[in-house]
T-cell receptor, first 112, second 114 residues
Framework: DAKTTQPPSMDCAEGRAANLPCNHSTISGNEYVYWYRQIHSQGPQYIIHGLKNNETNEMASLIITEDRKSSTLILPHATLRDTAVYYCIVRAGTGTASKLTFGTGTRLQVTL | NAGVTQTPKFQVLKTGQSMTLQCAQDMNHEYMSWYRQDPGMGLRLIHYSVGAGITDQGEVPNGYNVSRSTTEDFPLRLLSAAPSQTSVYFC?????????????FGQGTRLTVV
């Protein structure tokens, strides 16, 4: 699986958009970009994933660059409950074992 | 809808003791896995299974055994606990297949080996 690079920490004011970047310059054609978050040592929670196109769901938006070497997770209106560690994971979907390789993620602190 | 259930939530062991961490899921997922998370670090894969009767090693398998006799259950065994195994353990499950497989995680077991 391709490696990812994320900033160790970010701050965001409540109500503002949080934009979390991820570099995955060695991503290959069949690899998806996944985002998970972990709130205060709970089990990680799936947020969103994508292959080429931008994606949006009720939690967030995922913007993937055209060359697929980087992506940005957008939380449009961050709240205090969004304070968590956010993991960007590139996962090879081969149809067999689906294994997630976690890095150290980005610790997002949402403040008043 | 229970999802992924891990027991116990907390456990303290003495060095050399054995124990089994339990993991059960009710979503009929083929794929199950165990991770450990040490302070300030991301999760690391210990063992995984793609179905009943099939298991394989992950990144950090030493000191742990697993088995998968049913689709629902995937217990993790520590045969002789060591202080280095002090960690938080997470179980996860998902469907197999290309791309669109969201992993569901349990709430973790916090293990301390003294």
């Amino acid at each position: 699986d391709a490696k990812t690079t994320q900033p160790p920490s970010m701050d965001c004011a409540e109500g503002r958009a949080a934009n979390l970047p991820c570099n995955h310059s060695t991503i290959s054609g069949n690899e998806y970009v996944y985002w998970y978050r972990q709130i205060h040592s709970q089990g990680p929670q799936y947020i969103i994933h994508g292959l080429k196109n931008n994606e949006t769901n009720e939690m967030a938006s995922l913007i993937i660059t055209e060359d697929r070497k980087s992506s940005t997770l957008i939380l449009p209106h961050a709240t205090l409950r969004d304070t968590a560690v956010y993991y960007c994971i590139v996962r090879a979907g081969t149809g067999t074992a689906s294994k997630l390789t976690f890095g150290t993620g980005t610790r997002l602190q949402v403040t008043l | 809808n229970a999802g992924v259930t891990q027991t116990p939530k907390f456990q303290v062991l003495k060095t050399g003791q054995s124990m089994t961490l339990q993991c059960a899921q009710d979503m009929n997922h083929e794929y199950m896995s165990w991770y450990r998370q040490d302070p300030g670090m991301g999760l690391r894969l210990i063992h995984y299974s793609v179905g009943a009767g099939i298991t394989d090693q992950g990144e950090v398998p030493n000191g742990y055994n697993v088995s998968r006799s049913t689709t629902e259950d995937f217990p993790l065994r520590l045969l002789s606990a060591a202080p280095s195994q002090t960690s938080v353990y997470f179980c996860a499950s998902s469907y197999l297949g290309q791309g669109n497989t969201e992993a569901f995680f349990g709430q973790g077991t916090r293990l301390t080996v003294v």
